[in-house]
């Protein structure tokens, strides 16, 4: 149940100067900030505990210009983040907001690092489709569970708390759109009401409904959803009803590379650093190398709706930085053979195709001829053996359309007003990729969750510090 409702009347059991919905990494940046703003923060949390959709990716925040990219001998400007992102959404996003973020991101994750203790540090050794320099930040672990543990433990240390399993139902408005606080449930039955100074949205894109994604993105109706359970729209279903405008709904992050069956993210460094894909015919289908979220719906074009990614050890390696890919390899999503003859076998795919594609592309590295899909091989070393396979099939992966909003983050109507005192973030907030898949730049969901939660967060307590400002004065 998703409803706005009247506020006039309404009374409230507790009360927060910032209240946010949402604990994945937009919701507890966003309370960080705010919190360091001043302002008293409280974070509702529909599951047991926090994870979003932060949680199932690969924990990496593109962020340029950063002391980390410094230390690694890495030249990279804002600027040039900025002209990535509009470059492969093809001048869709808004400019501004991507100005905005492109050059905040960097002293957002040098201040997590610093007041917050997250070791971020830049992928050096492969580089993310789309990207022109390396600017790839994670943990040591490379994964999304750990950078969620590691904002939900700064987040504790600053006693911020957390309503866990608090599933929220309800906004309370005036006529005006100004938020006066929310209504949910948690176990054991009954409502709760929380009031408000202001209110973020950093609850969830519409992913996890598909009546909403069979709307909006019909390609990808019946595709494996590979998000969060609990991207169920609601801030888009609010949003809709406060008047808010909705924009790039068709937008998404897919993935072209999902271990089948075992529901495991492979690393794009599989394709990126030469490796190929074949369908079940042993063929190549595509660019593979143009990025991995378009390709999510190519690979669910081909026969059975998977393909067989190929590479070789010396790339095992590169993927092998990321926990993902050490549970494929554990789970034995991983095959690999001495020659690709084996390879085929194994596969269970025709031996004189896979053979004849692998020879092509092996052509194609040294320079000799032009690849049909346009793919340039050049620079990609060749594959040696031993020789790599895994099964993956294409997901949707989170989406990207949502509530338009400023720089500030606050959500605004058609006629460009903004609504008094809400402000999204994360899934919640339409993002930078434009309205296809192929506009999604690797790190895109990331990026907006982490970079607009801060924003989100501070500019939302900023009544509260100027309140306390005036007092003090």
Known sequence: MNRVLPAAGVAFEAEADVLIVGAGAAGLVAALAASEAGAEVVVVERDAVPSGSTALSAGLIPAAGTR???????????ELFAADIMAKAEGEPDAAVVARLTER????????ADSHGLPFDVVTNFSYPGHSARRMHGLPKRTGSELIDRLREAVEARDIPILTEFRATTLFADAAGHLAGIAGTRPGGGEERIGCKALIL?????????????????QLAEA???????????AVLWGEALGAELVHMSGHQGHGSVAQPHGILISWATVMEGGFQVNT??????????????????????PEGKAWTIFDERIAGIARQFEDFRQAEAQG??????????????????ETSLAATAAEVAALKRGEGIDRFGRDFRNAPALEAPFCAVRVTGA??????????DTQARVLRPDG????????????????????ASGYLSGNGLLTAVCLGEIAGREAARPVRLDAQYIAS
């Open 68 to 78: 980390f990219q410094r230390e690694a001998g890495i030249a990279d400007s804002p």
């Open 105 to 112: 991101i960097g002293p957002v994750l040098e201040w997590l």
């Open 202 to 218: 950093a609850c969830n894109g519409y992913g996890g409904h598909r009546g909403l994604v069979a709307r909006h993105i019909p």
């Open 224 to 234: 494996l959803w590979f998000g969060h359970s609990g991207n169920e729209g609601d």
């Open 281 to 302: 015919a042993g063929q190549r289908f595509s660019d593979e190398s143009h990025g991995y979220s378009e390709q999510a719906a190519t690979v669910l074009a081909q």
């Open 333 to 350: 999503a991983i095959v690999r053979a001495q020659d690709m003859a084996g390879l085929a076998a194994a596969l269970g795919i025709p």
């Open 396 to 405: 949707l992966f989170h989406t990207q359309g949502g509530l338009r909003i």
């Open 417 to 436: 007003a903004a609504l008094p005192n809400l402000f999204a973030c994360g899934g919640a907030a339409v993002g930078v990729s434009g309205s296809r």
